[in-house]
Nanobody, 124 residues
Framework: QWQLVESGGGLVQPGGSLRLSCTVS????????IGWFRQAPGMGREGAAC????????EYADSVNGRFTISRDNNNKTVYLLMTRLRPEDTAVYYC?????????????????WGAGTQVTVSS
């Protein structure tokens, strides 16, 4: 059974940067569409960024576009989310998921179970 595990969260000051990692075990992910989601306290889960498997299509939510960068290293079975110019409103638990399709046309659907996520707190 495959599993995705998130890591790399922490406490950072406004304007700072963090790089999150999403690593798969029990499978390879070179053909997978992967999405990063986040859930702020008291809010629903929202998609932040996604990357396709084959054509490397990338999509970002408007709220993170220009500040976050998603990338993948198939050899290391890892997808990264580099977050820069962080703001207090970026504070959330961040999750990665295998999704149905990376596109800006429809909401992304998680094809597996949600993991524990990794906490990102942006505060001075």
């Amino acid at each position: 059974q495959w599993q995705l595990v998130e890591s790399g969260g922490g406490l950072v000051q406004p304007g700072g940067s963090l790089r999150l990692s999403c690593t798969v075990s029990g499978s390879t992910l070179e053909r997978w569409e992967i999405g990063w989601f986040r859930q702020a306290p008291g809010m629903g889960r929202e998609g932040a960024a996604c990357i396709a498997g084959r054509d490397r299509t990338i999509e970002y939510a408007d709220s993170v576009n220009g500040r976050f960068t998603i990338s993948r290293d198939n050899n290391n079975k890892t997808v990264y989310l580099l977050m820069t110019r962080l703001r207090p409103e970026d504070t959330a638990v961040y999750y990665c998921a295998k999704i149905n399709i990376c596109t800006d046309m429809v909401p992304w659907k998680n094809l597996g179970s949600w993991g524990a996520g990794t906490q990102v707190t942006v505060s001075s």
